[in-house]
C-alpha cells in the first residue's frame, strides 16, 4: 500500500487485522499524531495508558515495547522507530482544552473531537476515547517538581514509527491541532499499513 | 460522620454531593487507596488523568489542584493533603498484573477487581475503570530515561487527604492490594464523608 495522507488538523479511522504493520510518518517533521486503537471484535476494550505504563514500568515507549488494552492484552508492539520520543500521558487536544489552557475564543475542535468524527461510523462514542499514544509528541517530564512541558518534536522529515497490530483493532489517528505540540506549523501526517 | 474502615485488600463505593468533603485517612501510614470517580447522573462522564495532567501540566497534585473528568469538568479539588505525593499514572493492580509483573500463581483480584466489585450496583462496567487517582502512591518518575518505580508510601499513621467534590460523584475507594504499593504489609484505609 503506497501512503495514505492525513490533511493538517484532521484524522480518520481504520481496521487494523493482527498480523498486520502500522507505520505512521512525520513528512515535514515536528508534527504528532495521536493513535487510539480498540479491539474490532468488542470495542469495550481500548488501549491503556495505564496498563502500558505499569508493564513497561517507564513511561517512555519505543522499539521493542508493548502497549497493553484495558484487560491486559497486548494490542500493538513499537516494531521500529526513528523517533524514539512520543507521549502517553497527556489527553488529546480539544475544544475545552484550546479554551481552557490558550484561551481560544473560536476553538478548534481538536484531536479529540478528530477522533470521535473518525470513530462515530464504528460506534465508538466519544466518552470512550481515553488516553491517545501520541506519536512524536514530545513532552519532558521533570521527575523532582513533576512539571511537563510540551516542546517541539524531536522527528525530522521522513522519520516513522512502525506498530504491530497483536488483535484485530479499529485505529484512530490524527494530525495533530495543538500548536504547542507542533512547533506551532500545522502540517499533514502520513500513513501506511501492510 | 464518623471514619469509615475499608478493610485491607478491599474496596467500596458511595455517593458524594456537590459541595461535600471526602476525607481519605491512611490510620496505619504507608498504605495506598485506588481512588474512581464519575458523574452521578451520567456515569459515562468519568474522572481522568489525561485530562487533568494537560490542565495541571504537572503529574504531581496536591492542595489546591483539581481533578478534572473526560469532558474537562472539575470533578474533584483537593483541598488539604498531608502527604503531597499520590501517582495518576499507573493503572489499579489487578489479577492480570499480578500474574505477568510479579508470577503470582493464584492472583488476588486486586484493586481493579475491588473497584469493580463496589461499582457494579451503581451500573458501572469493570471496562470503565479509568486510571486511578492513587492516594498515597508513591511513584518515582527519572524524567532522563523515563524509568517508573514504586516506592513505599511517604504517608505516616493518620495522615489525610481530603477532596471537595464539584458535581455529584459516584466514587469508588480501595485498601490497594499491591505489595510493591504499600511495603508489603496489607493495611485498611479509613475515610469520612462531610
Not at 513511561?59 to 520520543?85: A, K
Request: with cysteine; hydrophobic share 35%.
Amino acid at each position: 500500500m503506497t501512503h495514505r495522507t492525513i490533511p493538517p488538523q484532521s484524522g480518520t479511522a481504520f481496521t487494523l487485522k493482527a498480523g498486520q504493520r502500522l507505520t505512521v510518518i512525520d513528512p515535514e517533521g515536528q508534527q504528532v499524531s495521536d493513535l487510539v486503537a480498540f479491539n474490532a471484535e468488542d470495542t469495550d476494550e481500548w488501549l491503556s495508558s495505564g496498563r502500558t505504563l505499569d508493564y513497561a514500568s517507564k513511561f517512555l515507549l519505543s522499539t521493542g515495547d508493548i502497549l497493553y488494552s484495558n484487560r491486559s492484552s497486548p494490542m500493538l508492539t513499537i516494531e521500529r522507530d526513528d523517533v524514539g520520543r512520543h507521549d502517553f500521558l497527556l489527553a488529546p487536544c480539544s475544544k475545552e482544552m484550546f479554551a481552557k489552557l490558550y484561551g481560544h475564543t473560536e476553538p478548534h475542535r481538536g484531536c479529540f473531537g478528530n477522533l470521535a468524527a473518525a470513530l462515530e461510523p464504528y460506534g465508538i462514542a466519544p466518552d470512550r476515547i481515553p488516553t491517545a499514544f501520541n506519536v512524536f509528541m514530545n513532552v519532558q517530564v521533570n521527575g523532582t517538581n513533576g512539571q511537563l512541558s510540551v516542546e517541539p518534536p524531536l522527528s525530522k522529515a521522513g522519520d516513522s514509527t512502525v506498530f504491530l497490530a497483536q488483535m484485530d483493532l479499529v485505529v484512530a489517528l490524527t494530525a495533530c491541532s495543538a500548536g504547542q505540540s507542533n512547533n506551532f506549523r500545522f502540517k499533514p501526517i502520513q500513513y501506511r499499513v501492510e
